[in-house]
């Protein structure tokens, strides 16, 4: 039993990682105001770069690196089009969205072809803490981007609520006028975060496909990005909540893979709709907690209107 | 007389502000400004001028333009021709961060501040901080303090900007300005949300600031707050300037003249009305606050069909929880709310809008209108689901159409035309067509909180002209909710007077004096004042 729990939980923390990447990146898109509904497209581009060039070249580094370049191109674009061009984010983030589901599956159909395995980044021991008994099997045993995903949420806590910077970010999505009167710069904030957001989901993106699962195949990540954005919302905007969100529903898919490869049965399609019923219920039970979204979210800034 | 010598030189030892080299604003000229918004030429040829010490007022009809060439020294617009010269030297405002580094401040008709964050994070924000990449906001606090005591603009710089009163947010929009050593402040409409005494206390603020060698933009519609603080005053119309004069020798009677183009009548006739039924009552009505305290403490009202009950009292007494509460804002924990005859307790508002009341929130940017709908939209918004604006599923465009052109002449709502969206309206224009909505409804109950807040002085002649009418002809039931007790004693058959959630007694207007209103809003209870 307690080798099960420890497995389970070993999971739920790997499982974790990408939405938390893809989760703050949105985090601090939000907060300044902008609404991106292209996560999963772009965490489907930084999967299959990251993959196509460890593939290639075998170096995860560089791998990693693609992924964020190309997120921050990705995030560029959406910039664009929702800060310069004043898009409906929504609609936008939809089209994001697609063209990152096209254009990734286009990709590997031409370049790769099969679905084959690369070698992703190694579990790396943490020094004394991955003795520790149980604790340190569950959470120190993990590769480097896992470390990475939970070492995020207390640096993007920091960025938001100590330094001028975040305060800038969050005076932007509440209040765009207030904060140009005063000479914050809007759309440089608003390019900011959105790049930052798109970095985040490149990473995200890559470590599925070369930590976590070592592959890529068309629509790797099945909607993860969207989960993603819904758990901005659960956690009400922050850090540490979008963690807690984030832990309760990959705990619950590290469940539901548990029993599948257990075999127990349980009708696989109930199971794997499990963790999304879970967001549901939990959202809807949080949504009479009544927390507000940024004032600006989804609302494009023109001076002097 | 040298602002600079304590403040912008602790600026630069300590470092908390990127603008550590601003000289004085000794004189700022604008020359031959234009402005042209579609449909409307704002500013046209516009001459104005400051210099340091002094208080040169903007006075003008809603829409007349003050705001727009405000904003324009402020770097919100660009002006289409003209120049701008600070000391004598011609500059270009390319955005407001260009007027701060100019020394120029500006608190605008609608606050500007972020109500989530803290007073000091509202200060802060845009600042480079002392300590670089980590937020310095314990030095910016002590630094709000000191600016604080030597103005006397107290407030706490830890406290949320949403928790603070409207007179607090007025403070921290100033302290904001102060705090990157401006030396020009640009107020616009500063007193428009203000109680009598906060107005009293901005003014002697603002007056030691004078002497200190501050110059001040001042814009405001109540004559006697532009008669008491100005040097000169400039006058506006249709965006021209009409007169620019010194205030010495000038009174109220002549600055409307001047402002509107006629004379201004600034009392109403009162006719006497038989009254019907009691149309709204209250009874032992308890509310929670927004601090969760009790905001209404056992409240008893009867306003009867065809006379205009006046709520006086000192802001912040509950007059704004009273409102929502009948309105249906607000869930009473206690008591029971009538109308006309029919308890209305806990009602929604869509009931109570169907049921006949028509209510004039104070908050009107926020309650009133919707920013991006048209004039015609914003206009009909209540009632656009029933004839003669809708027949069945279907709009009926023609209908809609001639009332709002019929609503934007009467209430001489100044717009483009009815398809402008209602944020290129000015401040004062939006309030008209509030006004014009709620009392074109012929209701059997008004609720009006504030209704000229923000009106110039023929709109407000106009609106007072129309509670009356209404009350005496429609026998309309009208609550009136106002801070200026001028319009209170010109508009109210009787007066109630509200302090601390209760009743202090409720008189007739002809059978009261001023001070025994004074006491009452201090808390001294009728039958203890004879
Ligand atoms: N952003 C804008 N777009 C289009 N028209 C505008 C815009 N801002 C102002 N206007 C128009 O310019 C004119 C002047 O407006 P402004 O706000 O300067 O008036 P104001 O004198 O400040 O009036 P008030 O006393 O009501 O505040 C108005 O007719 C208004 O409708
Ligand atoms: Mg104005």
């Not at chain 1, 170096?59 to 089009?81: D, E, M, P, Y």
């Not at chain 2, 307790?345 to 809008?353: C, G, H, K, V, Y």
Request: proline share 4%; with cysteine; net charge positive.
């Amino acid at each position: 039993m307690e080798v099960i729990i420890i497995g389970i939980a070993k999971s739920a923390i790997r499982l974790a990682t990408p939405y938390l990447y893809a989760s703050i990146g949105e985090t601090i898109g939000q907060l300044s105001g902008v609404l991106n509904l292209g996560v999963d497209g772009v965490m489907l581009m930084g999967a299959f770069s990251a993959f196509y060039t460890v593939l290639k070249t075998g170096n995860l580094i560089l791998g990693l690196l693609v992924a964020i370049v190309v997120g921050a191109i990705f995030g560029l674009l959406i910039a664009f089009i929702n800060v310069t061009l004043r898009a409906e984010q929504g609609i936008s983030g939809i089209g994001v969205y697609i063209f990152g589901l096209g254009l990734s599956s286009l990709l590997f159909r031409t370049m790769v072809g099969t679905v084959q395995a690369v070698s992703g980044f190694p579990p790396l021991f943490i020094p004394l803490l991955s003795n520790i008994p149980i604790v340190g099997e569950i959470f120190f045993r993990q590769n480097i981007l896992v470390y990475g995903a939970f070492a995020l949420i207390p640096i993007s806590w920091f960025i938001l609520n100590k330094t001028p910077l975040g305060l800038s970010i969050r005076a932007v999505g509440q209040h765009p006028e207030a904060a140009d009167s005063l000479g914050v710069n809007i759309v440089r904030i608003r390019y900011l975060t959105v790049i930052f957001g798109g970095m985040l989901s490149g990473v995200a993106g890559a470590s599925l496909s070369i930590a976590l699962l070592n592959v890529f195949q068309q629509n790797l990540t099945n909607g993860m990005g969207f989960i993603a954005v819904a758990l901005v919302y659960f956690g009400a905007w922050r850090p540490l909540s979008v963690l807690t969100g984030a832990l309760l529903f990959s705990t619950v898919n590290a469940i539901q893979i548990w029993v599948q490869v257990k075999g127990i049965n349980i009708p696989s399609d109930f199971t794997l709709m499990l963790p999304y019923i879970v967001t549901i219920v939990v959202l809807a039970a949080m949504a009479k907690r009544y927390v507000r979204p940024p004032k600006a979210l989804n609302k494009p800034f023109e001076r002097g209107e | 007389m040298p602002i600079q010598s304590s403040y912008l030189h602790s600026d630069m030892k300590r470092d908390t502000s990127k603008i550590t080299n601003l000289t004085r604003v000794e004189k700022v000229e604008m020359r031959g400004i234009v402005k042209q918004f579609p449909g409307v030429l704002a500013n046209d040829r516009i001459d104005f001028d400051v210099h340091a010490g002094e208080v040169h007022t903007l006075l003008g009809e809603n829409g007349a333009g003050k705001s727009t060439l405000m904003k324009i020294l402020y770097g919100i617009y660009h002006q289409d021709k003209g120049e701008i010269y600070v000391n004598g030297k011609l500059v270009n405002i390319r955005s407001p961060l260009d007027a701060i580094r100019l020394g120029i401040g500006m608190v605008h008709q609608h606050f500007m501040l972020v109500p989530t964050l803290t007073v000091a994070e509202n200060v802060a924000l845009g600042l480079h901080s002392s300590r670089k990449f980590l937020l310095d906001l314990d030095i910016v606090s002590e630094r709000i303090k000191e600016l604080a005591k030597v103005h006397g603009l107290y407030v706490d710089p830890g406290a949320k900007v949403w928790q603070l009163s409207v007179g607090e947010q007025q403070r921290v929009e100033i302290l904001k300005i102060l705090y990157r050593g401006a030396s020009l402040l640009i107020l616009d409409e500063p007193t428009a949300v203000l109680t009598p005494q906060e107005v009293e206390e901005l003014f002697h603020v603002l007056r030691s600031m004078l002497n200190r060698g501050y110059s001040i933009i001042f814009i405001s519609h109540k004559l006697h707050e532009v008669l008491s603080l100005s040097d000169r005053v400039t006058i506006l119309r249709d965006g021209k300037v009409v007169k620019s004069l010194p205030i010495v020798g000038v009174n109220k009677e002549k600055l409307a003249c001047l402002m509107v183009g006629r004379e201004v009548l600034f009392q109403v006739e009162h006719p006497s009305v038989k009254l019907g039924k009691v149309s709204l009552a209250l009874e032992g009505i308890w509310v929670q606050g927004d601090e969760n305290l009790p905001a209404l403490r056992g409240i008893d009202l009867e306003v009867y069909s065809g006379e205009i009950l006046g709520i006086a009292g000192v802001s912040g007494n509950g007059q704004r929880e009273l409102a929502e509460v009948i309105a249906g804002l607000r869930k009473p924990t206690k008591g029971r709310v009538f109308i006309k005859g029919t308890e209305v307790t806990n009602w929604s508002p869509s009931q109570l809008l169907e049921y006949g009341l028509s209510y004039i929130p104070e908050e009107r940017m926020r309650d009133g209108t919707i920013q991006k709908f048209t004039v015609e939209e914003n206009l009909i918004l209540k009632d656009h689901i029933h004839q003669p604006y809708a027949d069945g599923i279907f709009m009926n465009f023609k209908n809609i159409a001639r009332e709002s052109e019929r609503r934007i002449s009467d209430f001489d709502i100044r717009t483009p035309s009815r398809y402008t969206s209602l944020k290129s309206l000015s401040g004062g224009n939006i309030q008209k067509l509030i006004l014009a909505r709620e009392l074109s409804r012929n209701p059997g109950v008004l609720l009006a909180a504030q209704p000229t807040r923000g009106l110039d002085v023929s709109a407000t002649e106009y609106v007072h002209r129309q509670l009356i009418e209404q009350r005496t002809k429609l026998k309309t039931a009208t609550l009136l909710i106002s801070d200026d007790l001028d319009e209170i004693l010109s508009l109210a058959d009787r007066i109630a007077v509200i302090y601390e959630g209760k009743i202090m007694g409720v008189v007739k207007r002809n059978e009261v004096s001023v001070g025994e209103l004074g006491m009452m809003m201090g808390g001294v209870h009728k039958d203890k004042i004879k």
